[in-house]
């Protein structure tokens, strides 16, 4: 075989397995059940979400979804158990605010959101909302900070953890109004809701589900949410925004995301499906009823999305000297 030949042969041996690779990456729905992994436990506000998604989606796709929860370290061991996960289309992640966007600048983590994981969509989001014990005394968000301005250092808030996004929420506060709220850590959104009704800390920038039951029992006093616009089921609380705070808005959001190795065109069919499910009106009103909204967009967009959140909280963490101690 001459030259001319051996060369012709390598490039047809090449275009023969691009087109292989190709064909192969572009197989959907995968041969393989689909694992959904949740970074939290069952029960809660994510869990509930990625079980409906994922129910829809497996009717939708003709094949399994299975939800698959790996809690601990505030999401990042599912984050970092997906980061080095099968890249066959197989596995998505149900992705956070806190491990994409706020670990990274809080704690040293064994992935990069941005280079091991590849953005698929957008999934839901959710305010928070700022509750006091009804011992503190006041009513309104005008109140508690008058009162946080009189006591620097002498009101606290709780949170689900350092790094968390209701961590987070209090310090952009802390940064906006000027005041100096103490952080108390919580191992969870139980333990500091018991906390804050037996009033050992003064405040709590609660996810709605589990704040509401004690504000509705009259234990709890909601004095600001944290979203653009009021939540259609707590119409009468404003946000902090509309209370003086222009432009505030601290959301808790879930995206879809799988390992950055997936071939581009499951990651386009992957969009394709989810955003088509969190567009499918009976989904959409079983998410609001848990407090969610959904959020699709597609790839480009919620790359966007995330490279804007990751530079706003990592300025708040750096600005408030945030670590994971």
Known sequence: ???????????????????AATGHAQDFPPKKPVTLVVGFAAGGAADAAARLIAKKLGEDIGQSVLVDNKAGAGGNIAHQLVAGGPS??????????????????????????????????????????????????????????????????????ASTGAGSASHLAGE??????????????????????????????????????????????GRLIPLATTGPTR?????????????????????NWYAFVAPAKTPAPILDRWNLEIVKVLNDPGVKEALNKHGLTPQPTTRAELTAFMRKEDAKWGAIVRERKITAD
């Not at 075989?1 to 023969?16: E, G, I, P």
């Not at 064994?110 to 953005?119: C, E, G, T, V």
């Not at 100096?180 to 500091?192: E, F, L, N, R």
């Open 88 to 157: 066959d289309g197989t596995m998505l992640l149900f992705g956070s605010i806190g491990p994409l966007t706020i670990a990274p600048h809080v704690m040293k983590l064994r992935y990069d959101p941005f280079k091991d994981l590849a953005p698929v969509s957008g999934g839901v989001n959710f305010p928070n909302v700022l509750v006091v014990h009804k011992g503190l005394g006041v009513k309104t968000l005008g109140e508690f900070v008058a009162l946080a301005k009189t006591k620097p250092g002498g009101v606290d808030f």
């Open 1 to 19: 075989m001459n030259k001319r030949q051996r060369l012709r042969a390598t490039t047809l041996m090449a275009s023969f397995l691009l087109l």
């Open 231 to 251: 939540p259609a089921y707590m119409p009468n609380v404003p946000t902090v925004a509309e209370s003086g705070y222009p432009g505030f808005e601290a959301l």
């Open 172 to 217: 952009l506060f802390n940064q906006r109004a000027g005041i100096d709220m103490v952080h108390v850590p919580y191992k969870g959104g139980a333990p500091a809701m018991q906390d804050l009704i037996g009033e050992r800390v003064a405040s709590y920038f609660s996810a709605p589900p589990t704040a509401l039951p004690q504000v509705e029992a």
